[in-house]
Every structure is written in structure tokens, then in C-alpha cells.
């Protein structure tokens, strides 16, 4: 199993997660130039100090990852300042808004983004809405009850409002990937695709298929240009479309995903407050845990790198005692892809 290659080591949790992207891309150079002020400050006061008397601080261990891993005998630390991950959430309700426990919808779409600043490249994790994993759930009046062993999906739906929905569904995906961190989410409705494809200026594909029942221009092998409902009929549909199976549905969503991306990028290209625009115009239709102008800035900054390719987790497809559909992750699969991804 290769693993990537790091010039530099020992890294550490510094700070809020949003202040630190902050810092890294506006300020660089303050930050090296604050740190050395501080390492000079501890370095000089405990030689000037009468060797009886107790440091007043120190920075040991303030660069050592606060996450490790063991593996086939071997120790990985995760290199959590090289990289920012964001959590994607498509909610299977029109409206984000209205929440109550158990009646907040689903978390249909899961796509984690990593964005890898020392290599410089985007990697794409598509989860699948099965996946069977941990999940914290509440009682009736709102009250942690444990964790339960259910599709990953039903964790958006133990929220009593669409924070606390999308903050239940992070820790699902956060305990899936063995404690790995993530930094930000950003969950969308289900009348929010429409919109965003249509701000695109719609999203070319090839229908592989049939889709007339819910729209007679939506006809296998036909390559269209999506708009309007179109946009959600492609995304969302799975009983009525094709073998039923969500398997299928993602193979489409990784579809539209690819072809959106390279919309995107072009019209970022082309215009520098596309991506403020298209927030604007989704603003009704999202929630997000950080600030917009720190996700405009982190778009800017990372359109450019290269993406690795839209990757799944290896795994196997049953059906359970409750007659619904469960994805089962390959565990050594799993932290191939954990290790290989965040550590060193």
C-alpha cells in the first residue's frame, strides 16, 4: 500500500478549524513570524527565569497530531493542519426549515470533500446513504439514548432543527472514518438541485435511463441539457428509474457531480463573484457551519487543483431483518482509504 509522501511532520490541532483556514490562506507569513515570536518569547523567559521557578508555559507536544492510528503494526498520525474537510448533505425534503425530531428527512446524499493543501489536489468521497455505521440517536423529548447500529442516512433525521440534523450526520460520518475530523458541512435541500443546476446554466448528460414516466423528454440514450425539475428527476428518482437500487442513483449523482464541477470551474474562470452570486441564489435552500466569505475564498483558492476522481468505499449490499437495504464498508478497505488519505 503506497502512502503519500509528506516534506514536513508533526502537526497539531491549532485554533477553531474556520480560523485556521482563515490564517493559512490570508496570512501566512503573519502566522510563521507570530509563532516564532512566541517560541522566542518561551525560549528567552525560561533562561532569564532562576532555575527554581516553574515554567510559565510551553509549547511541547503543540505541533504533535492529536489523532493516531494503528494499522498492520504501524502507527499513522494524522496530519489535520494539511488538509480541510467539508461534508456535503442532500436532504430528501424540499425545505431545510421546520425540523422536528425524527421528522427532519434524510441525509439521501453524502460527498465528502478533502481538500489536500500540501499536495494541492481535491479528494472526493461519495457515501453511500446505507452505509451501516454508528449513529447517535434521542429519545422522545430530545435526550441522548446511545448509539445504534443504522444506515448512516437516518442520522440527519435525529435533529430537532437542520443544525442539529447536519451536526448528528457529521459525527456519524466523523465515527466512520475513525475519528478523522470534519471541519465544515454544507447541507441542501431537495428543491435547492434545481436551483443550483439552473444557476449553472444547466448540467449536460447522457440518460442511460428511462425516466418518461416522470418526464416524456427524459427518454433512455437522449443526451439533454438539465432544467428546472429535470435537475431532481436525474437525482433523486430510484424506485421508479431503472433497477430501483440506490447503487444506480449514485452513479448519477457522481455523473452530475463531474459535469457541474467542470460548469463551476469555468464559470469561476470567467467571473470572480460567480460563486458569491450562486450562494445568493441558493441561500434559502442551504445550511452552512461556516462563514460565506471563508467558503468563497476556500472555492478561489482551490478550483484549480486537480481532482483525484469522484472514489466509494469497496463493500457489499444486503438486505436486512427489516427488509431494508444496508451497505456494509470493508473494514480494511475502510482505513486503506482513511490512512492513505489523511495520514502519515
Known amino acids: ?70 494499522h498492520d503494526g504501524r502507527t499513522y498520525a494524522h496530519q489535520e493542519l494539511d488538509y480541510t474537510t467539508l461534508l456535503f448533505i442532500g436532504v430528501d425534503k424540499p425545505a431545510l426549515t421546520g425540523a422536528t425530531l425524527r421528522q427532519s428527512g434524510q441525509a439521501d446524499f453524502l460527498l465528502l470533500m478533502t481538500i489536500d493543501r500540501e499536495d494541492r489536489e481535491i479528494d472526493m468521497l461519495q457515501i453511500d446513504r446505507d452505509t451501516i455505521a454508528k449513529v447517535q440517536v434521542y429519545g422522545a423529548f430530545g435526550n441522548p439514548a446511545g448509539t445504534r447500529e443504522t444506515q448512516i442516512c437516518l442520522s440527519y433525521a435525529f435533529g430537532t432543527n437542520p443544525e442539529k440534523a447536519c451536526q448528528n450526520t457529521v459525527a456519524a460520518v466523523e465515527t466512520l472514518l475513525g475519528g478523522v475530523p470534519v471541519d465544515h458541512y454544507i447541507a441542501l435541500d431537495m428543491d435547492g438541485m434545481s436551483v443550483l443546476n439552473d444557476a449553472l446554466g444547466g448540467v449536460t448528460v447522457t440518460l442511460e435511463e428511462d425516466f418518461t414516466d416522470l418526464d416524456p423528454a427524459m427518454a433512455a440514450g437522449e443526451t439533454i441539457r438539465l432544467q428546472g425539475q429535470q435537475a431532481e428527476f ?38 470572480a463573484g460567480f460563486v458569491g452570486e450562486l ?15 471563508w467558503l468563497v475564498n476556500q472555492a478561489y483558492d482551490a478550483h484549480k487543483y486537480p481532482r483525484t476522481g469522484l472514489k466509494k468505499l469497496d463493500g457489499v449490499h444486503t438486505v436486512g431483518s427489516d ?17 492513505n488519505t489523511f495520514c502519515e
Do not use: W
Not at 23 to 52: C, H, M, N, Q, S
Not at 323 to 339: N, W
Open 234 to 271: 436525474y437525482l433523486r428518482s430510484r424506485s421508479e428509474v431503472g433497477d430501483g437500487t440506490n447503487a444506480s442513483r449514485m452513479d448519477r449523482q457522481a455523473t452530475f457531480m463531474e459535469a457541474a464541477a467542470e460548469l463551476l470551474s469555468k464559470r469561476m474562470a470567467a467571473d
Open 279 to 293: 450562494l445568493s441564489a441558493l441561500d434559502e435552500h442551504l445550511v452552512i457551519s461556516c462563514e460565506q466569505m
Open 1 to 70: 500500500m503506497a502512502h503519500k509522501h509528506r516534506t514536513h511532520r508533526n502537526h497539531g490541532r491549532h485554533g477553531e478549524n474556520a480560523s485556521r483556514d482563515k490564517l493559512l490562506i490570508k496570512a501566512v507569513a503573519g502566522t510563521i513570524a507570530i509563532i516564532a515570536a512566541l517560541i522566542a518569547i518561551f525560549v528567552i523567559g525560561d533562561r532569564l527565569e532562576p532555575e527554581t521557578k516553574e515554567s510559565r508555559g510551553s509549547i511541547e507536544g503543540f505541533f504533535e497530531p492529536t489523532l493516531t492510528m494503528e
Open 323 to 339: 427488509g431494508f437495504v444496508e451497505f456494509h464498508a470493508d473494514t480494511e478497505a475502510l482505513m486503506d482509504y482513511i490512512i
